[in-house]
């Protein structure tokens, strides 16, 4: 029996389209009204507070000592903001999940580590945490919708994760992924979604010190709605690259397809680098919007971390290295 359900691209736009590309639409492509619309969907007050489970079984890890080396020019994201502002398509397109998020159970909590190492494992997320040397890190976020952070992540090199599990030589790529269906995250019922969601890196990006698996924010273990108890950030890619919610990494010798690319590949790609000049299909990537009224500033080529990152691409500029 064939049962066909519309797909994404036969459903009017308002309908389908998810809410970084609507929204952009409508307001991201320039001038004082695209202006207007950012602004208004910046909560200027806080709606929930950051919901940090109080009964954390490491809490006491918190706040870790500050790695001063990455410094970041701009004044931090007020916390409430950040924790109000988010992009977790599980629990819906809005950017007002926070609440919904507090449905996910982040403890027992393990993540799968397999593929091509030496030691794959599956791992209870408070063993993950102690053994990994956590510390906090002030890095510039920058979403592909063209809005902007700056926050203290709190967390530990995917570096020290690779000498734990010890990948093989074969290991090109690093896939990881969010849990699957559930009944807990209503945004999950969506039908044009693949789920779950998926990103990757190659091995080179990874072991990278600037790339981080996240397990806290404001000195605090992380609250849901920002991918608790383990998320990526790296902080020369636009945002979508940062996972959250991670259940599985796995060492692969083929490039994974991520969530956005296997919905759009033509406006979302896998290398997802900053680039204020490389203007997104549809809206420009030259400025950025600081949430929580900061103001439209320019974006920087890697989100202003060039200098450390820029060689990790040099033998691949035949590559769409910017969507
Ligand atoms: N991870 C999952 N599992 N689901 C998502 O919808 N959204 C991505 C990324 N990670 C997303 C995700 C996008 S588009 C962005 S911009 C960031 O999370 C937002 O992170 P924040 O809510 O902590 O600011």
């Not at 952009?24 to 507070?49: F, K, M």
């Not at 299909?281 to 929580?292: N, Y």
Request: glycine share 8%; with cysteine; hydrophobic share 40%.
């Amino acid at each position: 029996m064939l049962i066909r359900s519309k797909r994404g691209w036969e459903l009017p736009e308002s309908a389908v389209t998810p809410e970084p590309l609507y929204l952009s639409r409508r307001g991201l492509i320039g001038g004082a009204a695209g202006l207007a619309a950012i602004s208004a969907t910046v909560p200027a007050a806080p709606a929930l507070a950051q919901a940090a489970p109080a009964t954390d079984p490491t809490a006491d890890l918190y706040p870790a000592r500050r790695n001063a080396s990455y410094t970041v020019e701009r004044p931090l994201t007020a916390e409430d903001v950040a924790a109000n502002y988010n992009n977790f398509y599980e629990f819906g397109t809005s950017k007002r999940v926070a609440r919904a998020a507090q449905a996910l159970p982040i403890r027992p909590w393990s993540v799968v580590i397999d593929g091509l190492v030496e030691k794959p494992q599956t791992i209870d997320i408070d063993s993950l945490i102690r053994r990994m040397p956590l510390e906090e890190r002030v890095y510039r976020f920058r979403c592909v919708e063209a809005w902007a952070m700056t926050v203290p992540w709190t967390g530990f090199p995917i570096k020290a994760l690779m000498d734990m599990v010890q990948p093989l030589g074969s290991a090109k790529f690093v896939r990881m992924e969010t849990f699957g269906a559930q009944p807990w995250a209503p945004g999950m019922r969506s039908p044009w979604y693949s789920w779950p969601y998926v990103e990757g890196l190659t091995i080179d990006e990874a072991a990278h010190d600037l790339s981080i698996l996240v397990t806290g924010i404001y000195g605090k273990p992380a609250p849901r709605q920002h991918g608790a108890p383990l998320r990526l950030i790296v902080p020369w890619k636009y945002g979508f690259k940062a996972v959250k919610s991670i259940v599985r990494i796995s060492f692969t010798s083929e490039r994974p397809v991520s969530f956005w690319e296997r919905l759009q590949g033509g406006e979302y790609g896998f290398w997802a680098n900053v680039n204020p000049a490389v203007a997104h299909p549809r809206w420009s990537q030259a400025t950025e919007e600081l949430i929580g009224g900061g103001g439209r500033v320019p974006t920087q080529i890697y989100n202003g971390y060039g200098e450390y990152v820029a060689p990790l691409y040099k033998d691949r500029q035949n590559e769409r290295l910017w969507a």
